[in-house]
């Protein structure tokens, strides 16, 4: 899903994030931490934001061999790759009793759909960003021996004329099949991906996903889920059967900034984003009357994009970017709104010198912010929930049940010998929370 933000690494940044990864991953799955909690997927996501320099130098060749597949104590290893307009990610993981463990993961900013709203082509130079980043996702996911992977391209690919030409040279290079996703399939596994964290007590939710060229917002009924308690996956994603009403709105935090400026933003520029992106809200507003529907019901916004995380991170006053802490957090909106004025109002060095934004994000994130005020004025609730969560945990879930992995007699064999009650990181132990996060996904 979609980070507002860039980073370019090279081959020995990236074995650094590799080996850092791998490492981690390991202390992880040793703890048993369970679903998108894990280490693995905070270092590689938290390794991203460090804003290492750009560079290509020294790239690593691999051979495009497929990943071999291995089932470990009848536990198979699933693999899920969220090639975004920014950001390529990567989780690997294995089922466990409720949720799944994470035991490798990547996260790179790679800005593949820098330009492209402007020339309708990938440039050379992001495609050798992201051909680098991808060779240590081909390179990860064989040392794991993934069994099932699903692969997927977002909007980047989807607009680019030369979108399907570059996933055949993915194909080539790296081993890796990328499938182009619809817009409705990329809402509704980011739906899924962050299920646990919707309050069932409300009455609606609205699951947004402010992407780098797109962004897809999904309104929920909760009344039609209300009743379902379950824990296992297949529970989890009959959330999907609560969609009321979705879109997709053709703008992202990319192609906003590439119109109205990103490094230094007048009031009047943000201003201009806002009413750009209300005209879309107006439209689907007007086709489904969301705003009457949801009178006097209670309701709450369910953020998954890397904007709502950044905008968290600087919220908490984090001194550097930590998902246990992010992921699952509670912002009230006039709070969110506090945070978006005081970025808007810095200049582009004061945003670099910020912990939780850096290089990489500080001529985007005043975008997201843009996107964010629209969708709260349209929609004015008093509650905001951030998940550091979305396109890849929906893929693990969907993938896990539709094998039909997470049945409990099934679960219980996990490799490790995992104890029956162990709690998960950021979980719950003896009734007392652990963390800043949820245990299950």
């Known amino acids: 899903s979609s980070e507002d933000a860039e980073g370019r690494s090279g081959a020995g940044q990236g074995r650094r994030d590799d080996d850092r990864g791998v490492r981690k991953s390991r202390g992880a799955e ?23 320099p750009a560079g290509t130098r020294g790239r690593r060749r691999m051979r495009p061999t497929p990943p071999r597949r291995r089932v470990a104590n009848g536990v198979p290893v699933y693999g899920a790759l969220d090639l975004g307009t920014n950001n390529c990610r990567l989780l690997v993981a294995r089922p466990s ?17 820098e330009g492209v709203s402007q020339s309708g082509r990938l440039s050379d130079a992001a495609i050798e960003r992201t051909l680098d980043a991808l060779r240590i996702c081909s390179e990860k996911m064989m040392r794991r021996g993934v069994a099932r992977s699903r692969l997927i391209a977002t909007e980047a690919c989807r607009i680019a004329g030369n979108g ?16 182009i996703v619809s817009r409705e399939t990329e809402a509704r596994l980011a739906v899924s991906g962050c299920a646990s964290l919707i309050d069932r007590n409300c009455d609606w939710a609205l699951v947004f996903d402010i992407g780098g060229g797109s962004s897809e917002l999904i309104w929920l009924d909760l009344s039609r889920w209300r009743h379902r308690r379950g824990r296992n996956f297949r529970d989890r994603l009959a959330v999907q059967n609560c969609i009321h009403a979705w879109t997709s709105l053709p703008v992202g935090v990319v192609t906003l900034a590439e119109r109205y400026g990103g490094r230094e933003v007048s009031d009047d520029a943000f201003e201009a984003m806002v009413a750009h992106v209300t005209e879309f809200l107006e439209a689907f507003e007007r086709k489904h009357g969301i705003r009457s529907r949801m009178a006097r019901r209670a309701m709450h916004l369910l ?105 409990p007699h099934a679960a219980a064999r996990r490799p490790g010998g995992g104890r029956k009650g162990r709690a998960p990181c950021g979980g719950v132990r003896g009734g007392k929370r652990r963390g800043g996060g949820t245990a299950k996904p």
């Not at 693995?40 to 290492?52: K, L």
């Not at 009793?97 to 759909?113: K, N, Q």
């Not at 992921?327 to 709070?335: I, L, P, R, S």
């Not at 004025?341 to 994130?365: H, K, N, W």
Request: net charge neutral; hydrophobic share 40%; charged share 30%.
């Open 30 to 52: 040793a703890r048993g931490a369970e679903t998108g909690q894990a280490g693995a997927g905070a270092t590689g996501d938290d390794a991203a934001r460090s804003g290492a």
């Open 97 to 113: 009793r409720r949720g799944f463990v994470v035991i490798d993961a990547f996260s790179r900013i790679i800005r593949l759909g």
């Open 164 to 179: 399907q030409e570059f996933l055949d040279r993915v194909r080539r290079e790296t081993g890796l099949e990328l499938e």
């Open 303 to 407: 953020g998954t994009s890397g904007t709502v995380t950044t905008l968290a991170g600087v919220h908490l006053r984090l001194p550097r970017y930590d998902r246990s802490r992010v992921d699952g957090c509670w912002m009230d909106t006039d709070a969110v709104r506090h945070v978006s004025s005081r970025l808007a109002s810095m200049s582009y060095e004061e945003r670099v010198a910020e912990p939780c934004i850096g290089t990489e994000r500080a001529d985007m994130v005043v975008a997201g912010c843009a996107i964010l005020e629209a969708l709260m004025r349209m929609w004015p609730c008093e509650r905001l929930r951030v998940a550091d969560r979305g396109l890849r945990e929906g893929i693990l879930a969907t993938l896990m049940a539709e094998d039909g992995v997470m049945r």
